[in-house]
């Protein structure tokens, strides 16, 4: 269990990359009063937690309403996550989630710091695969939402100095080690769904 715990939220982490995100959130967060900022970056994260819960409570009734099995998310959600993690390892001019608008008005609410920047299609991916596995207990697995969201608020609230201090390539040296393991755990994922699927073929030819 112990090793299924840590999994989870190294994964949950890598998914969510909150250092990839460090320059984005300077960016969005630029225009906003300075004493704004700090209740900015909590609401976000509160936003981008309830949305991930959400996706784990009822993901395995989501996926029943869209007839949709464990093995097809273990091969999308593989797929998914592996191209982010290129996009981590190789980065790209606008960022791993494509072009987004980085400042709406002078405060972003929602969009882009929530979604996509933390309850991306890749962390939703993640939580629903959480719920459809099932390897530990729920309760264990929001230790580990819970877990991730608060090292999402340490390193978010202190994003400012983190860009000033380690500077930006240093933040896109730990995002290329992150997409790295990310890379290795997709494809982790991906092997698994095949693997399980290439097993039930001859079940489904008979």
């Known amino acids: 269990?112990?090793?299924?715990?840590?999994?989870?939220?190294i994964l949950l982490l890598?998914?969510?990359?909150?250092?990839?995100?460090?320059?984005?959130?300077?960016?969005?967060l630029r225009r906003v009063e300075p004493h704004r900022r700090a209740k900015v970056i909590l609401r976000e994260c509160a936003i981008a937690f309830i949305i991930l819960l959400l996706f784990m409570l009822f993901g395995r009734y989501f996926m029943q309403a869209l007839q949709l099995s464990e093995i097809s998310l273990r091969i999308g959600g593989g797929v998914i996550l592996f191209l982010i993690a290129l996009r981590m390892v190789f980065p790209?001019?606008?960022g791993i989630f494509g072009h987004i608008d980085s400042v709406l008005d002078n405060e972003p609410f929602i969009v882009p710091l929530?979604?996509?920047?933390?309850?991306?299609?890749?962390?939703?991916?993640?939580?629903?695969?959480f719920s459809s596995q099932a390897k530990m207990a729920m309760g264990y697995y929001l230790l580990v939402?819970?877990?991730?969201?608060?090292?999402?608020?340490v390193i978010l609230l202190s994003a400012d100095?983190?860009?000033?201090?380690?500077?930006?390539?240093?933040?896109?040296?730990?995002?290329?080690?992150?997409?790295?393991?990310?890379?290795?755990?997709?494809?982790?994922?991906?092997?698994?769904?095949?693997?399980i699927y290439l097993a039930t073929l001859p079940i489904l030819l008979n």
């Open 92 to 94: 790209q001019a606008d």
């Open 14 to 28: 890598l998914v969510t990359d909150p250092f990839g995100n460090v320059p984005l959130f300077v960016s969005a």
């Open 114 to 129: 929530a979604i996509p920047a933390l309850a991306g299609p890749s962390a939703l991916v993640t939580v629903l695969l």
């Open 145 to 153: 939402l819970s877990l991730v969201a608060l090292c999402w608020l």
């Open 1 to 9: 269990m112990t090793h299924n715990f840590f999994q989870s939220f």
């Open 161 to 195: 100095r983190l860009q000033r201090v380690l500077g930006a390539r240093v933040i896109t040296a730990f995002e290329r080690l992150m997409g790295l393991l990310l890379t290795a755990m997709a494809i982790e994922m991906l092997l698994a769904g095949l693997s």
